[in-house]
């Protein structure tokens, strides 16, 4: 019986470990693929092991276009994903705990409202939302890179609201009966069973901002200011010549702030399963 | 509750109507923005008379902005000159702008549409889009600020409009070759390319080249196919300059038969049916000249735009292979080559601009200083200015020798009188379709008759 | 005073006020974009310089003459019709795997969610593209089994394919709502259903399933319309070929917008596919009423 256990259990990692191999495998070729020189990345040998160990892609990448180094690309990257994740957990959670706890007149129509903001393909409304920004003169800059995360973000809000269903009611009564204010209760009871939906909020939206690169692409100018999403964009040139060593060692560079976070914020997903939810 | 509704109504009223505000702004934005208008228009009026303008500008601090697209390379390079100038000119200082092909013409449409376009910017063959953008250089080049006395009247033509206005200067001027390995045709036994051959040679060697070693006769021209079979393969026939595949003023069709096209659409086909031109599947895989199948061994020739030859001559070379540069085949041995000179891209001085005299001087000296061009390298073409030329010819590697040796031999080709190299709005769709109709042909969903007609008539519905 | 605080804590007074940062943004940014690509949608607009002209419903009437936006839609329903519901349950039962309480748990989690993290990037497009070439892995495999190799890329039937393993390989973040959802789920059911005698099938199908069924909608409803709106893996790795077999509507959208400069046809095909995706989405939730178990609401 013990023994069986035993054999089940290896199986299980050994299962999830090599489909998780195969997962990866394409991310690793990336990274390998950043001790490649060009010849050999393009020739598209799969093998995850360089021929040559070639480490001169790190300082060529990082060296950046024109004097500006990845150093500042990176860093403006932090401020902006950082700032906008902030806010979008804030503004989230704000309108989702309207949405799905208050009955006001025109929810159901701000509901629907949220949904069809999805819905547009961004290449239709990518030109009038800049010509807005440009009347209000936020354009070039990080205003709208980051004001729009502080109006909530639909993919969140509807997330955090399905959340909120799962928290009965019965606490929302029950703070009500102690003299809490609706909002009290947003403050009080809400946000703090909301942590898992809030962790997956981080952890999604840090990455969707630090990969997204139509958004700074239109409201950046100055090479100074680019983030390290467009600035990787600029070792590819469908016209010319692209450097893919050099583009695959930013790549992994870039890799390590969302993979960071992920882990950090991971955790709360683990540990304590089944500690939290009714015990309020 | 009641007073609360009128309130947010009173709101909503005033967001719409300044939704209709900025929905009419997008159309024609000036009446938004009256007082930057307004300072533009004064600045656009200067340069009329610059002759008395020029000393003040001189003193004047001015920052430029200016843009372009490419690689590591070329921006590296390009803000090394860019700092090579500002040095000479203490009072212009350079904002700068780079970004890769796609990217620059999204971030280009976007500035288009809030009228801030870059005072200097780059331009390829697609320029007639932009023409509202594009403040012409004529007058700069009446009054010296911008100096072409080096430059060709041939090469000068090449960014020049339909009705003679100059609307900027090339960066290099480039044209169409094959690339191909003349070993691998020696070992298959096929006949070299020479300065005239024809369709039917090439056809015959690629059949050839796969069938004896078993690789791609030919690799795939990717976009290009269109260029070479709508484009060069329509005026390659009749008379000098009797067909082309649309007219000179860029209005309609330059032909009226679509059964010209149907020949060269039979022999994609049957060469994609043979192996010895990639399908849509293999074709896929190439995404780049670098990992062109030429280059990767897989084929025997490539079409290349010439100032891409060095690029793949010096991959090669490490392999141990050389590399020849032909010509593009013709319909027949004496019969018109469909080639000219181009521009690969140009830079233009923006409407928008604040300080256009300013960015034409930069133009300029960009196109014709040596020590500028000893920067650059031609990394963006072949220099139009013949001094520039010189220069840089003295430390031409082989590569190069052979694309300026090729360069020479296309310009000295007859060419009528007019043409036109430019591509209309809307082009890309006519070439997406073709590529598409010619899969079909494949598939045998269609003939190749067929796939022609649908070809001339997309193309013919760009000017409806 | 008190009368203030009544009204202040009233639900009309307390629903605007939290909705109110997307009842401002969407006001300020969003509505006016939308609008005015309806209005786009009638006219002749491009994003050249030509000036907008009115030209009625001709945009409307010219989609259903167009052979690539006909076989757009029936590609992208296709694409979104097999990706989802595959990612879907691979994403559940993976993070119902992974809910064991087990040091390497965070290990595996993360090797599971690597792949949605470099998603749009340049780097796996191209291992991708290399995975499915001629001689592609997927090839070898298949001439070492004594296979006929497959043109991937070259085969109208089967490009779509690459493309749909490639956004169910990116499951992460689907799965880490999914975690998060499973998470929320108290223990006390299990163990009373585990007094009762119930086995792990058991469980997981009367207990995890509907306590979990309203995120199940949450990431029907988004996968769905993400699905809908994809295009980074078409646009780098197919491009939209062989003969438009990968043409996703978002490509379309963008060619006509951006490459042919058809802004104002381009959206009119995003009004169009507003309406579809509307009544599936609409459909969705209509069905969530018979699957959905809601403990807020029930």
């Known amino acids: 019986m013990k023994e069986r256990r035993l054999i089940t259990k290896i199986l299980y990692h050994i299962l999830v470990l090599a489909f998780g191999f195969i997962m990866v495998y394409p991310v690793l070729w990336m990274i390998s693929g950043s001790f490649k020189d060009n010849a050999e990345i393009l020739r598209g040998t799969l093998s995850l092991i360089p021929k040559d160990l070639k480490m001169s892609n790190y300082p060529t990448g990082f060296r950046g276009f024109g004097g500006t180094s990845f150093a500042v690309f990176f860093k403006n990257s932090m401020v902006v994903t950082t700032i906008a994740t902030f806010g979008t957990v804030i503004s989230s959670s704000l309108v989702a705990y309207s949405l799905s706890r208050i009955k006001f007149r025109g929810r159901n129509l701000w509901f ?3 949904l069809a903001t999805m819905m547009l393909p961004g290449q239709v409304i990518m030109i009038p939302q800049y010509l807005i920004y440009y009347r209000l003169h ?13 109006c909530g973000q639909a993919f969140f809000i509807y997330q955090m609201m399905q959340f909120m269903q799962g928290i009965p009611r019965e ?3 029950a703070a009500k009966i102690d003299g809490c204010s609706k909002y009290g209760i947003y403050a009080r009871i809400i946000l703090p069973l909301l942590k898992p939906a809030i962790v997956t909020t981080v952890i999604i939206q840090f990455y969707w901002k630090w990969d997204d690169y139509m958004g700074p692409l239109l409201y950046l100018s100055r090479p100074q200011s680019y983030t390290a ?4 964009k600029l070792f590819a040139d469908s016209a010319s010549v692209t450097d893919y060593g050099a583009m695959f060692a930013m790549s992994t560079l870039s890799l390590i702030p969302v993979f960071l976070i992920f882990l950090f914020f991971n955790k709360y997903l683990v540990e304590g399963i089944g500690t939290s939810g009714l015990k309020g | 509750m009641k007073r609360r509704l009128l309130s947010s109504l009173m709101v909503l009223t005033m967001l719409t109507a300044s939704v209709v505000g900025c929905g009419n702004a997008a159309a024609d934005s000036t009446d938004s923005a009256p007082q930057q208008e307004a300072t533009k228009e004064e600045k656009a009026e200067a340069p009329a008379d610059s002759a008395t303008e020029a000393p003040a500008e001189s003193e004047e601090e001015i920052t430029l902005r200016m843009a372009w697209w490419g690689s590591q390379d070329r921006h590296d390079k390009t803000i090394a000159a860019i700092e090579l100038y500002e040095s000479l000119h203490p009072n212009i200082t350079f904002e700068y702008e780079f970004y890769s092909f796609d990217d620059y013409f999204t971030k280009l449409k976007t500035l288009v549409a809030s009228d801030e376009v870059w005072d200097v910017f780059q331009l390829g063959g697609n ?8 403040y012409p250089l004529d007058e700069y080049i009446e009054s010296g600020v911008v100096d072409v006395s080096n430059i060709s009247e041939a090469n000068l033509k090449t960014t020049r409009d339909k009705d003679g206005t100059q609307l900027g200067l090339t960066n290099g001027i480039n044209t169409y070759g094959i690339a191909y390995d003349p070993a691998m045709f020696e070992e298959a036994g096929a006949e070299l390319p020479n300065e005239n051959w024809t369709w039917d040679d090439y056809q015959k060697a690629a059949d050839l080249i796969t069938e004896k070693l078993g690789i791609f006769g030919s ?10 079979g709508c484009s060069a393969y329509v005026s390659q026939q009749g008379a000098l300059g009797e067909n082309s595949f649309f007219n000179i003023d860029l209005t309609g069709m330059g032909f009226t038969d679509y059964q010209l096209l149907t020949p060269f659409i039979q022999m994609r086909a049957d060469m994609i049916k043979k192996g010895s031109y990639p399908d849509a599947g293999a074709s896929a895989e190439v995404t780049n000249i670098e990992n062109d199948f030429l280059v990767t061994g897989e084929a025997a020739m490539t079409w290349v735009a010439v100032n891409q030859f060095p690029t793949i001559y010096n991959v090669c070379e490490e392999q141990g292979r050389t590399l020849a540069l032909a010509p593009i085949p013709k319909v027949t041995a004496d019969g018109n080559s469909g080639m000219v000179i181009q521009s690969s891209q140009m830079l233009c001085v923006s409407q928008d601009s604040a300080h256009k005299e300013a960015a034409a001087a930069f133009i300029s000296w960009f196109e014709n200083d040596i020590d500028c061009n000893m920067i650059l390298q031609a990394e963006r073409g072949i220099p139009s200015n013949e001094l520039v030329r010189e220069a840089l010819a003295k430390e031409a590697t082989t590569a190069q020798q052979i694309m300026y040796d090729y360069v020479d031999y296309v310009s000295k080709l007859p060419t009528p009188s007019e043409y036109n190299v430019l591509s209309p709005d809307g082009q890309d769709q006519v070439q997406d379709n073709y590529l598409n109709y010619i899969q079909q042909v494949v598939s045998g969903e269609i003939t190749a008759d067929e796939a022609a007609q649908k070809t001339y008539s997309d193309a013919e519905a760009l000017f409806k | 005073m008190e009368k203030l605080r009544a009204k202040l804590n009233s639900d009309a007074v307390v629903g605007h006020v939290f909705a109110a940062p997307f009842i401002f943004g969407f006001v300020c940014f969003s509505l006016i974009p939308i609008c005015m690509s309806l209005g786009y949608s009638f006219t002749d607009y491009s994003l050249g310089s030509k000036q907008a002209v009115f030209v009625g419903v001709k945009n409307f009437l010219n989609l259903f003459k167009d052979e690539v936006f006909s076989k757009s839609i029936l590609k992208t329903l296709q694409y979104v019709l097999i990706s989802v519901p595959i990612k879907l349950s691979f994403a559940l039962l993976v993070a119902y795997i992974l809910t064991r309480k087990s040091r390497m748990v965070t290990l595996y989690r993360s090797l599971y969610y690597v792949p949605s993290l470099v998603g749009g990037s340049v780097a796996v497009a191209l291992v991708w593209k290399q995975l499915f070439a001629r001689k592609g892995l997927f090839n070898s495999i298949l001439v070492n089994m004594g296979l006929e190799k497959i043109n991937w890329f070259g085969d109208e039937h089967l490009a779509i394919y690459p493309l749909i393993l490639m956004a169910v390989w990116q499951f992460g973040s689907s799965m880490i709502i999914f975690a998060a959802g499973l998470k929320e789920i108290p223990r006390t059911y299990y163990e009373a259903a ?20 309203p ?16 295009f980074t893996q078409a646009f780098i790795i197919t491009g939209g070929g062989p003969n438009n077999a990968t043409m996703l509507y978002a490509l379309n959208v963008y060619n006509q917008a951006f490459k042919y400069n058809n802004m104002g046809y381009a959206c009119a095909m995003s009004w169009v596919m507003l309406i579809v995706m509307s009544l599936i989405t609409l459909l969705i939730f209509r069905s969530s009423k018979f699957w959905v178990f809601n403990e807020a609401e029930g």
Request: aromatic share 16%.
């Open chain 1, 112 to 114: 629907t409202c949220m």
């Open chain 1, 138 to 150: 936020l354009v070039p800059g990080y205003v709208p890179l980051i004001l729009p995360y502080f």
């Open chain 1, 171 to 173: 606490l929302d009564e």
């Open chain 1, 229 to 232: 999403s467009i600035a990787i």
């Open chain 2, 127 to 134: 320029f007639p889009m932009y023409l509202d953008k594009i």
């Open chain 2, 219 to 228: 690799s795939t021209f990717l976009s290009s196919d269109f260029i070479a």
């Open chain 3, 194 to 213: 585990q007094i009762d005698g119930a086995n792990g099938f058991q469980s997981f199908f009367r207990i995890t399933l509907p306590c979990l069924s």
């Open chain 3, 215 to 230: 995120i199940i909608l949450y990431n029907l409803v988004m996968q769905t319309i993400a699905a809908f709106m994809t």
